[in-house]
């Protein structure tokens, strides 16, 4: 199906406001052609026949059309940008919607550049189109139809001159359509990949500087940004090499009338007026001819970003909500059968065969060497990921079967590297549960270690953030989350290397503080300190996605396994500390 076809169901709604330009239009077309018959008129039948006294009735009345064009074209206008305004908020508003639940799957590989000059510059692109491009493909229509019309009503064979060069502008029109098209289209990438450059290097502006990589940003900049010129350049040659042999076709067809035509006026077969009118006439037939080029260049633009707006829009949904799926609040007994999960297809699987209970209020550590699975058997639970095989459970229904936003809401977590917005410390810790009295945010804080920090601060809860949290340190960041999480008082608490980014002292506060916290609701802790799972009741060792070992912490520290071989490592140093020291 055609890019315009598809986005149909956003523009269509609003034709009203089209139809209203376009009958606008008719009458701005209208009277365009109006103004060579009113030439010929004076010239054959007021100049040429010394009927001066006509002449200021003539201007009147031209004054007068005048007028109702001007009002003409306002209506054509505004009601013009009024169809396509409304239109791409629309579309905007699709857009976000869309990026809202589309799944992690599809953010594995997107790049936030290039969905930022999507939502912006393509959204623009089209908006152009729709408010000025569309009407004036039909203003071209109309405008030729109704000249020649005038055309052929004056003289036949010169209006048949002016048709001769019709098809070869026609052909023109078609191999630049057809050359220019991809060529916007390569600007539309280009400019995406740019964007994408820009974002990153900000975004990662800690990491260049660290490693002083500064120069080498430059450079990758400086490429992208040589190949949007180039890009550009490539578009700007197709366009100057057709512009020149769109005005030769016009001019050439006009010497061709000059010629035939003053010869028709010498022979008495043709008045000058009319001759006169012709020329202009010619120009209306001519001009948007030569201007198609320019529509047919926004077309293809709008045709470019729309599909570039359509691969968001039509993005697969690889997590669905079912029908049905219900809206009951969750225990937390999470429950995994045998599950199996691969990220990429045919890729290695990231989590082989795992089975275990969880039962309500229970405290579950997860340990095992970096990219062993940990993190990928919370983000089962939550259904940011669907298994390949088995079943994951949550109060002994599978996970499918809670509405996505019941299952989340149930759920809280604290990551390595929690995500602030820039807005106040207050927005931000009631972020999941906007309701939230004050009292509670507070209690919130207090109970997550981050109270004292926060009242220090110069507007307290007001404080603003900046983007990502800047101007506070990792701890500090961590306490805000871990508020944040209590705030959604989720059934099933997920941390996931929560302390990692924190002092040993502060790591203390907060593990005193996630006790509380962990009351009542299972847990999952994801650590690489055996400190901070010691306590669990159960440990599940990861091993490459297989489950290696499980048990307590006492069982398991003299299994002879992988759990034992950590703890050597991490103990062994305190104990020998311990032994110099004595
Ligand atoms: N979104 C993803 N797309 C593709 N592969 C992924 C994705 N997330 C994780 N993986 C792969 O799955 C495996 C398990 O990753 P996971 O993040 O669960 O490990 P982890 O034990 O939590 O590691 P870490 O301790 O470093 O956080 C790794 O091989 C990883 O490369």
Avoid at 242 to 262: D, Q, R, S, T
């Amino acid at each position: 199906m055609n890019t315009l076809e598809k986005l149909k169901q956003f523009y269509w709604p609003y034709k009203k406001y089209l139809i209203a330009s376009l009958f606008s239009l008719l009458f701005v077309v209208a009277i365009t052609v109006v103004y060579p018959i009113v030439l010929q008129l004076t010239i054959d039948e007021v100049v040429l026949k010394d009927r001066y006294p006509l002449i200021p009735y003539i201007a009147a009345g031209f004054f007068l059309i005048m007028l109702a064009k001007a009002t003409a074209t306002f209506f054509h206008q505004y009601m013009g940008d009024l169809f396509g305004i409304t239109s791409v908020y629309k579309v905007r508003e699709a857009l976000y919607e869309k990026l809202q639940v589309l799944s992690f799957k599809y953010y594995d590989n997107a790049r936030t550049g290039d969905i930022m000059s999507r939502l912006t510059t393509d959204v623009e692109m089209f908006r152009n189109f729709l408010s000025f491009g569309f009407s004036e493909l039909i203003r071209i229509t109309l405008l030729i139809v109704i000249s020649l019309g005038v055309m052929f009503y004056y003289s036949i064979p010169l209006a048949l001159i002016t048709m001769a060069s019709m098809p070869f502008l026609a052909v023109v029109v078609f191999m630049f359509d057809k050359r220019v098209h991809p060529a916007f289209r390569g600007i539309r990438k280009s400019f995406g990949r740019l964007n994408t450059r820009v974002q990153e290097n900000i975004s990662g502006m800690n990491t260049v500087k660290s490693l002083s990589r500064e120069d080498f940003e430059i450079g990758r900049f400086s490429d992208s940004n040589d190949n949007y010129r180039q890009n550009y350049l490539f578009t700007a040659n197709i366009w100057s090499k057709y512009m020149p042999v769109m005005e030769f076709i016009g001019n050439a067809c006009a010497v061709l009338l000059l010629a035939y035509g003053g010869y028709l006026v010498m022979n008495g077969n043709l008045n000058l007026g009319e001759l006169v009118a012709f020329f202009s006439l010619v120009w209306y037939i001519m001009g948007p001819l030569m201007n198609l080029g320019f529509v047919v260049n926004q077309f293809s633009q709008a045709k470019a970003s729309g599909e570039r707006l359509l691969e968001i829009l039509e993005a697969k949904e690889d997590i669905v909500e079912k029908d049905g799926a219900i809206d009951t609040p969750i225990k937390g007994h999470v429950t995994f059968n045998d599950v199996t999960l691969t990220y990429i297809k045919d890729d290695d699987t990231a989590l082989s065969n795992i089975t275990f209970d969880a039962p309500p209020g229970k405290i579950i550590g997860l340990i095992g060497s970096t990219g062993s699975g940990k993190t990928s058997i919370t983000q089962l639970i939550t259904r940011f990921y669907e298994p390949e095989k088995g079943e994951v459970l949550v109060d002994g229904r599978p996970v499918d079967a809670y509405k996505l936003k019941t299952l989340r809401q149930h759920i809280g977590f604290v990551l390595q590297e929690s995500f602030l917005f820039s807005t106040t410390i207050r927005e931000n810790i009631r972020y999941g549960n906007p309701q939230i009295p004050e009292e509670q945010i507070i209690d919130a804080a207090k109970r997550a270690q981050a109270h004292d920090f926060i009242m220090e601060m110069p507007n307290g809860y007001d404080t603003m953030l900046g983007e990502r949290g800047m101007g506070l340190s990792g701890g500090q960041k961590q306490r805000i989350a871990i508020a944040r999480a209590i705030c959604i008082n989720p059934s099933i608490l997920v941390l996931d290397d929560a302390t990692s980014a924190v002092d040993m002292e502060t790591e203390f506060k907060i593990q005193q503080a996630l006790k509380e916290v962990m009351k009542g609701r299972t847990t999952f802790i994801i650590a690489h300190r055996i400190s901070s799972l010691k306590h669990a009741d159960e440990i599940l060792v990861l091993e490459n996605g297989e489950m290696a070992e499980r048990g307590k912490h006492n069982e398991l520290v003299n299994n002879n396994g992988p759990y034992e071989r950590i703890y050597r490592i991490q103990y062994q140093d305190r104990e020998q500390i311990m032994d110099t020291a004595t």
